[in-house]
T-cell receptor
Framework: DQQVKQNSPSLSVQEGRISILNCDYT??????FLWYKKYPAEGPTFLIS?????DKNEDGRFTVFLNKSAKHLSLHIVPSQPGDSAVYFC???????????FGTGTRLQVFP | DSGVTQTPKHLITATGQRVTLRCSPR?????VYWYQQSLDQGLQFLIQ???????AKGNILERFSAQQFPDLHSELNLSSLELGDSALYFC?????????????FGSGTRLTVV
């Protein structure tokens, strides 16, 4: 049972445009959500997070939006840069648990 | 360098064998997590240790076991290996036992079972 779903395995965006990566979850107990970025031959690195008490969190070019009623979150990257090309993982955790549940990832390619 | 060290980086072994993957957490981190990433799959949680004790268990097979030592490094033991165990194995650490602190991942061990 995949509790965190990233239904788009890949996304291709032109440099300077907006990249929107989507994530859906099924477990209503999740209260903290994170995005990780992964380059080849490296481990995932933390990008941005959001608590369930918020609906938006912004950090520079990266903004995460949370829609709790739809159990949906998205990561917006504006403007997209070639260095953003990587695999992006959505992750979630429930209150009083220590583990993160990850989605299957979306491969973003930003072309010139 | 994330501060989390995993060895070896690559491992090729035959079916039926046993291997040990090693993880040294970031300095000061007490929690260690192990994840498995198979082809086209997300990161599957295997097990967590906090300050030497098992804290949470995920989809870890009985053929797999782990431990965290007094110096806080951790080892993941995989035995009776099957072709399907071929995957990337990641270790992550946090300062405390909670995902809100953020995980720091190592660069992984790529295991190939032939």
């Amino acid at each position: 049972d995949q509790q965190v779903k990233q239904n788009s395995p890949s996304l291709s965006v032109q440099e300077g445009r907006i990249s929107i990566l989507n994530c859906d979850y099924t477990n209503s107990m999740f209260d903290y959500f994170l995005w990780y970025k992964k380059y080849p031959a490296e481990g995932p690195t933390f990008l941005i997070s959001i608590s369930s008490i918020k609906d938006k969190n912004e950090d520079g070019r990266f903004t995460v939006f949370l829609n709790k009623s739809a159990k949906h979150l998205s990561l917006h990257i504006v403007p997209s840069q070639p260095g953003d090309s990587a695999v992006y993982f959505c992750a979630a955790s429930a209150r009083n648990t220590d583990k993160l549940i990850f989605g299957t990832g979306t491969r973003l390619q930003v072309f010139p | 360098d994330s501060g989390v060290t995993q060895t070896p980086k690559h491992l090729i072994t035959a079916t039926g064998q046993r291997v040990t993957l090693r993880c040294s957490p970031r300095s000061g981190d007490l929690s260690v997590y192990w994840y498995q990433q198979s082809l086209d799959q997300g990161l599957q949680f295997l097990i967590q240790y906090y300050n030497g004790e098992e804290r949470a268990k995920g989809n870890i097979l009985e053929r797999f076991s782990a431990q965290q030592f007094p110096d806080l490094h951790s080892e993941l033991n995989l035995s009776s290996l099957e072709l399907g165990d071929s995957a990337l194995y990641f270790c992550a650490s946090t300062i405390a036992g909670g995902s809100n602190y953020g995980y720091t991942f190592g660069s992984g061990t790529r295991l190939t079972v032939v």
